[in-house]
């Protein structure tokens, strides 16, 4: 199973790479956004929009409204503990 998380693109570390700083959940970090870019959406336009996540990508774009949710139903997770 993958599991993609939501985070908020910030900023554009390096256009040719590729490359954005996304917070998730307060924490930024690095992540590939080459799988969500082209000739009519580059790089540089991508600040502001918030992505899944998954192992260093982003894999796909998401609206805020389903950000927001996906990060409650990931915080209630992690508050449950599983014995």
Do not use: Y
Request: net charge negative; charged share 25%.
């Amino acid at each position: 199973m993958c599991l993609g998380i939501p985070g908020k693109i910030i900023k554009i570390a390096d256009v040719e790479k590729k490359l954005a700083i996304v917070e998730i959940s307060g924490v930024k970090r690095q992540v590939n956004i080459s799988l969500i870019v082209n000739d009519e959406h580059p790089p540089e336009t991508c600040v502001g929009e918030w992505v899944l996540v998954h192992v260093g990508f982003a894999m796909n774009r998401i609206n805020e409204k389903e950000a927001a949710e996906t990060l409650h139903l990931l915080q209630e997770l992690a508050s449950n503990e599983i014995c």
